[in-house]
């Protein structure tokens, strides 16, 4: 028994943290998935090549899994390796400053562990674990994993990227709502160190601790967090981001003084406008619209503001559009 507690131990850092009693019981006791043995995910296939969805593939990448990226078609998977190209260049450059063939040889090696694919059911064959990380539609989502789970293996994790649709009505559509948690990254994926581990009522405890133990393997940091609105890091960043709005709106600050007091006065990366830019203005109105439909966060931090809805209206939705609160020198661009 202890020999089998070390392994999970030593194996899943985060595991080490909870009490003996409780992973000892976990080990001995577990039936909720035993055609599943944790901690072995080799095979991860992604859904979805957008921004998120290829950071999530590069890092699965270069951590040594072997990684499918799966899109609809054929121009969506050239995006995503494009992506994928351009960010393993920095990521190179920083690894291996002033060796250009060590440089070249990290990127061949993390190109060679990436697959692509349009063929959603052959790509899940061989999966461990199914990432989804494509549009924020609850229908859509749902339709892909009811789909997943008639084809891929019984032992395999299913995991959504989502940050405003709730997993466990995401995991409904499937029978293996045991299997099923979430994985939340972060943009830019390669650069953000946190993952916010995502367990419904039904994740079992074999899943989040192989889900966890898949994290540390990205080395990345995981937190755990009940599959509440905006998990963490979105429950605080959205109503702050748009009380930043509602001090502009109100007059009493611009945008770029309001950018410049938090990132020298509070020592943010970016200020909330410029955060706002590079989230989405569109991707914060749909949290904020659907936080307000479901009724769980509190009326005033979820009130619409006419700046926001003006911006998406008129297609400023930041970066990713050439305008937000800020000009960009073209889609996707610097300021
Ligand atoms: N791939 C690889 N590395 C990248 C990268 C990418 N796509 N983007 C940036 N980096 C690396 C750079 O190589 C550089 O590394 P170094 O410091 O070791 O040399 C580092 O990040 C800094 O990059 P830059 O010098 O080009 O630019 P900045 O210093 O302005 O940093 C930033 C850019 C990392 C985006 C920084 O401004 C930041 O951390 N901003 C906050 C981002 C944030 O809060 N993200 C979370 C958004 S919320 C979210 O995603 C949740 C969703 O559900 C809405």
Redesign the pocket.
């Known amino acids: 028994m202890l020999s089998a507690v070390r392994r999970v131990a030593s194996a899943n850092p985060a595991a080490m943290m909870r009490p003996l009693t409780s992973l000892t019981m976990t080990s001995a006791f577990s039936t909720s998935s035993s055609a599943y043995a944790p901690h072995n995910v080799k095979n991860i296939t992604v859904f979805g090549s957008g921004l998120?969805g290829a950071?999530i593939v590069?890092v699965a990448a270069q951590n040594a899994f072997n990684v499918t990226m799966v899109d609809l078609n054929p121009e969506a998977l050239k995006k995503g390796q494009d992506?994928i190209a351009?960010?393993?260049k920095?990521?190179a450059?920083?690894q291996f400053p002033e060796d250009a063939a060590q440089q070249k040889e990290f990127i061949d090696k993390t190109m060679g562990q990436i697959k692509t694919s349009t063929d959603s059911e052959a790509a899940s064959k061989d999966a461990d674990l199914i990432i989804e990380a494509i549009v924020e539609n609850l229908k859509t989502k749902q339709q892909l994993f009811s789909m997943l789970d008639k084809v891929a293996p019984e032992h395999t994790l299913f995991c959504s990227?989502?940050?405003?649709l709730p997993i466990g009505e995401i995991a409904k559509a499937t029978k293996r709502t045991d299997r099923f948690g979430g994985l939340?990254?972060?943009?830019?994926?390669?650069?953000?160190k946190l993952v916010e581990v995502i367990r419904t009522e039904e994740t079992s405890q074999d899943s989040f601790d192989s889900l966890m133990d898949v994290c540390t393997r990205m080395k990345k940091t995981p937190v755990s967090c009940k599959d509440t609105p905006g998990f963490i890091?979105?429950r605080l960043?959205?109503p702050y981001m748009m009380e930043s709005l509602r001090i502009v709106e109100r007059g009493e600050a611009t945008p770029q003084d309001v950018d410049v007091a938090m990132k020298l006065g509070a020592g943010?990366?970016?200020g909330p406008f410029?955060?706002a830019d590079?989230?989405?203005l569109d991707?914060?109105k749909f949290?904020v619209d659907g936080w307000r439909k479901e009724g769980k966060i509190d009326d005033n931090l979820v009130a619409p503001v006419k700046l926001l809805d003006d911006l998406v209206a008129q297609g400023n939705f930041g970066r990713k559009s050439g305008q937000g609160f800020y000009p960009y020198n073209g889609v996707g661009g610097k300021k």
Not at 184 to 192: A, D, K, L
């Open positions: 998120m950071g590069q992506i351009s960010s393993l920095r990521v450059k920083k990227n989502t940050s405003s939340h990254f972060f943009n830019p994926v390669p650069q953000m890091v979105n960043l959205v943010f990366p970016m410029e955060l590079f989230v989405g991707t914060m949290i």
